[in-house]
């Protein structure tokens, strides 16, 4: 049997178990944004790793290494937000094939540190190592929590109102751009941009970790209608997602338009919107909107709700259940956040 | 310029200065086993990463994935064992092609899971993902240690004397069975074992860490001869081996012999012996070879001294300056520690 038979997630089903026996007091390992070890004084101890290879995660003709060592680390920052956490350090292991510029390691490494240095994260260590072809690049991080704010994949409930704190499928649009080789004008660029630099949503993840009516939290990475079901999954519920709220920007919306695109396929499962996604108790949502609001001058976004049967994830538009068109979803209107 | 042209010593001191500045206070980071991370208590907190990438460190073909699975564990705790500490959690990032055969999965992790267990070190998370060649093992692994016991490469002064904790050249000799694919008796076979089952020196480490007249530490992991230069760039010394006193194995003379191998070449320059190199202060010596010796019923070896001109290494036999053979190196033999 081939790896491609069972896919990642019926790898990590497949490995996982041994490794989730006798884990020390206060520690949870693999399952989450991010590892959390307690410190004992109230405070978590945070890790994460994310690995971007070369041709399956960028293609160096299309990206500039400024805005790929940006990325690197930006991916991993979003992990620590999801827990509600404020990353302190990062570990670099780069493979580099030997003809590699070194104005290309250069501009990589000045994208990696203009981050590092905007979010006080120290670069303190790391490896090295020839690669027989494609750009390996993993990043781990540490970063640090109050054990109370930290958000688990596992805590949501029925009820629950489902919501994320940025527009979707941006970054889906953006790779569009580039691998169909779209003329560029100012919806694409933003979209480009949006691809190649996203944003770890890491004061919005401090402001909702501190809010207890804030249950589950983890980041956007395969698209909303992937990671939904990691939450189904540790929670043990199902969810209802209403497409027509789904936060859109206009210049996707416009994008979406011109070019012809699916804009619910983009918007649900496009992928690298690396906001978050969260559930929020019903009786607290009104209190949690307030201080986003308050804070970042926008909307959070409720999209849906945990609700249903377990496992089950079910679509609505405007009230009713939605038909997916030819490419299993289906056209419509999103709001932007 | 080209990667190739630099090297890769070249590449962190391009790449390292931006990221030396304004380490918050307490904080170790690159040019070091692990970076230290002050915990406020007198202990710290040891963080390591380490890459191994297929065709550039390990063939496939050559290799089984149990081991493998061992040895991508062992050479990250191998830091650990060098800042005298103690490794308690792991971070694997693992590409993988997707033709992959899900038994080598299942053996790879046997491999990993069967040290962690060993040392009690709890594989906390990780990332999967797929590789359009080779397969790609990133491990970080968390330890803690003592304040008082870590050992800076940059500690070493002059006239200590230079020890090791084991055998070299052995994995280097193993490397060579494989590679000219020679027939395997009994020395062959230890000297594989020793290629693809390296130890981490942990119990050593922490001894030697806990001994006060031990002054620097680091792994062999580039070979002697490559590594006592990290000490001496920072240490600002040089450095004076005894090629006669470097220990070496029954299996390895007699295979050396047998094969026609520069065993000199091996010793001193072969890499991937995951032993320690250290230095120890002269006052102290019998101290920490009975410590050693009571403890481990073998020799701490002393195999020559910090001494001489800044950056200047220099190789001994007998008593007289050595003439390097053909290869770089000349022929001799060695006593067993």
């Known amino acids: 049997m081939k790896l491609s038979e069972i896919g990642e997630f019926g790898l990590i089903n497949r490995i996982s178990p041994p490794f989730l026996h006798d884990l020390p007091e206060g520690v949870v390992g693999i399952g989450d944004d991010a590892a959390i070890i307690e410190r004992g004084n109230g405070e978590a101890l945070l890790v994460t790793t994310d690995t971007l290879v070369e041709e399956i995660h960028f293609l160096k003709a299309k990206t500039s290494p400024r805005e790929l060592g940006e990325k ?7 992990d620590i ?12 292991a780069l493979g580099l094939p030997r003809d590699t510029g070194v104005e290309w390691i250069d501009e990589f490494f000045a994208g990696l540190h203009q981050l590092a240095a905007r979010e006080r994260v120290a670069l303190l260590g790391g490896d090295t190592t020839r690669s027989p072809g494609p750009i390996l690049i993993t990043i781990t991080v540490l970063g640090r929590a109050p054990l109370s704010h930290i958000k688990r994949r596992s805590a949501a409930q029925a009820g629950d109102i489902l919501c994320v704190t ?17 003329p560029v004008g100012e919806d694409e660029r933003y979209l480009l941009e949006r691809h190649h630099r996203p944003r770890a949503h890491l004061a919005e993840g401090r402001l909702l970790g501190a809010q207890p009516g804030v249950r589950a939290m983890m980041d956007v990475s395969d698209g909303v209608d992937s990671d939904i079901r990691r939450i189904m999954e540790q929670s043990s519920c199902g969810a209802r997602i209403d497409l027509e709220q789904l936060p859109v920007s206009p210049a996707l919306r416009s994008a979406s338009s011109h070019h012809g695109w699916d804009l619910t396929e983009l918007v649900l499962a496009g992928g690298e919107d690396y906001c978050l996604l969260l559930t929020v108790d019903p009786s607290a949502m009104a209190t949690v909107s307030e201080a986003f609001r308050e ?7 409720a999209i849906g709700t945990i609700a249903g049967a377990q496992g089950r994830l079910e679509l609505f538009r ?15 209107l999103g709001r932007s956040a």
Chains 1, 2 share one sequence.
């Open 72 to 78: 690197s680390l930006a991916v991993n920052l979003s």
């Open 81 to 92: 937000a999801a827990m509600g956490g404020t990353p302190t350090s990062a570990f670099l």
């Open 166 to 182: 940025g527009d979707l499928g941006d970054s889906a649009g953006g790779l569009r751009v580039m691998l169909e080789e779209l």
């Open 295 to 301: 804070k970042f001058a926008r909307e959070l976004s």
């Open 318 to 332: 405007d009230g009713r259940p939605a038909r997916l068109g030819k490419h299993g979803f289906d056209h419509f």
